[in-house]
């Protein structure tokens, strides 16, 4: 058989192999476009979807007692793994300081979604180096900052932990169109204290008593419903009343405003 006859025979399968390969290069290419077409946009001030924040995450930091080194260091670590490993892609992480005068800190120390990190579920559209970057410099470094310059060496006379409750629940879980879970983490010693209600020798503590009381009555909080919450609970005084007796008394208030107290984690040092 002559060279040109083999060459002749072998042409219809080289030209099926290009039909295919020129299928399959139209099929990248659209779907290519069709991740463009339908990325949702990002706010270049929240760094939010434009579709709305994907879940919200609530975080309140009592800074009416004073942290021990050892629970700072814990804070600091703590916030930076739950930044890294917990919070979302799209979601909002919301951080507000619980001080002495709540009413002014109604307004959050920091209010920014989470952009993303590098994965293998971006790794065809995306480009490493700048989703990384992105990630540190426009969201986890600048929290890191506004938590450092937090003095957490406060000792105030009072810790009205229910009306600011009540501020971050209602302020952090009222963003436009957000979906997916709502989480209050809060870093306390969850002993409230206040003019009309203390726990500060209080043994005789128990929820059902605390909410007959007129004051009890004003502690509701609405935006708590459906929030799963997690208590970093700090050291405290031996003059509050017992850790155990606390945990419950919370338990039960979270539950009767329709929140589930899902973690209790004490802090180092406790």
Known sequence: MSLYKRRKKSSPILGI??????????????????????????DKVTLCPAS??????????DNTSPFP?????????RLQSMVSNEVPKGAMLTVFLLGEDFASNSEPLFEKCNPG???????????????????NESFAKPLADVVRKIPLDVRAKTSPIFEMLQLASMRGF???????????????????????????????????????TLYGQKTTAPGLRGAL??????????????????????????????????????????
Do not use: C
């Open 17 to 42: 192999v290009a039909i295919l390969v020129t299928i399959m290069l139209i099929s990248l290419m659209s779907y290519v476009v069709y991740l463009q077409v339908t990325k949702d946009t990002i």
């Open 174 to 212: 009222n963003h436009s169109h957000a979906d997916g879970e709502k989480r209050l983490i809060v870093f306390s010693d969850m002993a409230a204290n206040t003019h009309e209600f203390s726990m500060y020798k209080n043994a005789q503590l128990n929820y059902r008593g605390f909410f007959k």
């Open 117 to 135: 990190q590098w994965s293998d579920a971006n790794k065809y559209d995306s480009n490493k180096k700048f989703i990384e970057k992105n990630f």
């Open 69 to 77: 080194f050892t629970q700072k260091a814990a804070l600091a670590q």
């Open 229 to 270: 919450v997690t208590l970093n609970v700090m050291a405290t005084e031996p003059a509050v009343t017992p850790y155990s007796t606390r945990m419950e008394f919370w338990a039960q208030y979270f539950s009767e405003n329709n929140a589930s107290l899902e973690h209790v984690n004490p802090m180092e040092g406790l």
């Open 52 to 61: 709305g924040p994907k879940g919200e995450y609530v975080v309140l930091i």
